[in-house]
């Protein structure tokens, strides 16, 4: 990363980055001010600077707290950045506290959340059936069994997914997956 010095008006040095075929170390503790080349602004201390990735580590914001807002930014969307003052190393282990608990309790929402997008996806499906099984999704309760749509732990709409491969249920919950399946084929093909 090349860099070149500009005067602000304040007074102060802002520094303009640009990607050539070298980079130059941040310093780990600097405070600076962050333009990205995607119109971002922030105020963020360096934790640390990958120069293999060349991945910035930024804590947001300038004062540190319990809680960190933690960044990981390529070197090469940083545009422009001002030198606001060293602090003291953000790792500092006396200073640092993870908490575990709430970090637990992330992990668990996200793998909850990832493995009902999971189920969510037909597996060995068109995507013509899934987009069906989308559409049902919106106001029905579905499941797939395999390559069949189960609605309302009673329908199920089998391949082709046409209005007659829909089957079970009782006439009036058979009638509404038909409409949907009919409707949305109706307007799609």
Same mark, same amino acid.
């Given at each position: 990363?090349?860099?070149?010095?500009?005067?602000?008006?304040?007074?102060?040095? #802002? #520094? #303009?980055?640009?990607?050539?075929? =070298?980079?130059?170390?941040?310093?780990?503790?600097?405070?600076?001010?962050?333009?990205?080349?995607?119109?971002?602004?922030?105020?963020? /201390?360096? @934790?640390?600077?990958?120069? =293999?990735?060349?991945?910035?580590?930024?804590?947001?914001?300038?004062?540190? &707290?319990?809680? +960190?807002? @933690? +960044?990981?930014?390529?070197?090469?969307? $940083?545009?422009?950045?001002?030198?606001?003052?060293?602090?003291?190393?953000?790792?500092?282990?006396?200073?640092?506290?993870?908490?575990?608990?709430?970090? /637990?309790?992330?992990?668990?929402?996200?793998?909850?959340?990832?493995?009902?997008?999971?189920? +969510? +996806?037909?597996? &060995?499906?068109?995507?013509?059936?899934?987009? @069906?099984?989308?559409?049902?999704?919106?106001?029905?309760? $579905?499941?797939?069994?395999?390559?069949?749509? $189960?609605?309302?732990?009673?329908?199920?709409?089998?391949?082709?997914?046409?209005?007659?491969?829909?089957? &079970?249920? #009782?006439?009036?919950?058979?009638?509404?997956?038909?409409?949907?399946? &009919?409707?949305?084929?109706?307007? =799609? @093909?």
């Amino acid at each position: 990363m090349s860099s070149s010095n500009q005067m602000a008006m304040d007074g102060t040095t #802002t #520094t #303009t980055a640009t990607t050539n075929n =070298h980079t130059e170390d941040f310093a780990v503790g600097c405070l600076l001010s962050i333009k990205t080349t995607l119109g971002d602004e922030f105020e963020a /201390q360096v @934790i640390t600077f990958d120069r =293999h990735s060349n991945i910035l580590v930024l804590q947001e914001g300038s004062k540190p &707290g319990p809680r +960190r807002n @933690i +960044r990981l930014l390529k070197a090469n969307y $940083v545009k422009e950045f001002s030198f606001l003052g060293q602090s003291e190393d953000p790792l500092d282990n006396k200073k640092c506290f993870l908490d575990l608990n709430s970090l /637990q309790a992330r992990e668990e929402s996200a793998i909850r959340q990832a493995e009902a997008e999971a189920e +969510r +996806r037909g597996v &060995g499906v068109t995507s013509e059936a899934q987009n @069906i099984f989308d559409a049902l999704s919106k106001t029905l309760p $579905v499941r797939w069994d395999k390559t069949v749509i $189960v609605v309302m732990n009673e329908v199920r709409v089998s391949s082709p997914y046409l209005p007659e491969s829909v089957s &079970g249920g #009782t006439p009036a919950a058979n009638d509404r997956v038909k409409k949907v399946v &009919g409707h949305y084929r109706d307007s =799609h @093909i």
